[in-house]
């Protein structure tokens, strides 16, 4: 980690949550252009590499290209796997699996009609497939995969049947939105330091805090090819980030015990007894507690009424005055 995160301190991480599949991560403060580096690297490693699933061919009875209709059928082979792209799918392996689709009934048909097997969660039932005529029937296999990225057809696997299956080009990230922005930020003197916001927004099929994660470790797991022995170039220039927590923690330790403070307003007194409290600087009730009756009553304007009335309110939150003695 960078030398001047001793003087400024660990950056700090703060998340706001907008919903299940969208938040946005605070990190600051980082030393000047560093917000730039990190944004930028996390940017690409989330909208490149983050695993998820999506369709990649179908099968159907008959059919073995995508320019052909089908009897009773709305739309086109094309159509339907131009409308099969945009269903969101969640996958918890790798293997892959076939699912089914088939309907006989007139009707629209939407993405939550496909019978998937247990290993597969479509993230958007309502999507629109196509629409069968009176008297139409629809039947097929599905094949869905787990990857990352973006692969077209051609480079699609060549170990099946091929000739059965008509392929899809698949974009398998759950990713859907990353954004990040860099805004100056000072600590103390310093104002010349970077506060890196990063927005991330994915299908569901991932939480944000989980893909911001799965994008850390392999921008680690890169970074690492370059020092796999570990050893610390220059260490005079470099901090560790255990070494700056263990100091902050000594730092927080040393710092005396704030004490708390309570209007005192809020005992509800007199207007007369109050204005006297307060002109003599006693402005809370923790102030009031530590104070004795003699020192009370030595108050310009406080009598023995005044006195009275400040002992029956702290009663009533089980409180006293001091001890004269």
Partial sequence: MHQIQEEIGIPMI????????HASFTVGPLPT????????????????????????????????YEYATLKGVKESVLDIMLNFKLVQLKKTNKEVTMAKL??????????????????????????????????????MELRI???????????????????????????FSPIKKVRYDVEATRVGAITNL?????????????????????????LKSYFNLFNETDVAVEP??????AKISAKAQEEETQKPAQESYTPIEILGLSPRTLNALINGEIGSIEMLTKCTESKLTNLR??????????????ATRNLTLGDDN
């Fill in 102 to 139: 088939k309907v006989s009934k007139e009707g629209p048909v939407y993405a939550k009609d496909i019978e998937v097997p247990s290993d597969v969660e479509i993230l958007n039932p309502d999507q629109y497939i196509t629409t069968i005529d009176k008297g139409g029937k629809l039947e």
């Fill in 33 to 64: 252009g560093y917000g730039m580096t990190v944004g930028n690297a996390f940017r690409r490693v989330l909208l490149s590499s983050v695993p998820g699933a999506a369709i990649t061919g179908i099968k159907i009875p008959g059919i073995t």
């Fill in 194 to 218: 970077d506060k890196l916001t990063l927005e991330i927004q994915t299908n569901s099929a991932i939480s944000p805090e989980d893909a911001l994660k799965f994008a850390s470790n392999v």
């Fill in 14 to 21: 703060r998340i706001q949550r907008h919903s299940d599949m």
């Fill in 145 to 171: 995969e787990k990857g990352v990225g973006y692969r077209p057809v051609a480079l699609a696997p060549k170990d099946e049947d091929s000739a059965e299956i008509i392929w899809i080009d698949a974009f």
């Fill in 301 to 314: 304007g406080f009598g023995k009424k005044a006195l009275n009335e400040v002992k029956a309110a702290l």
């Fill in 236 to 241: 005079d220039f470099l901090t560790d980030i």
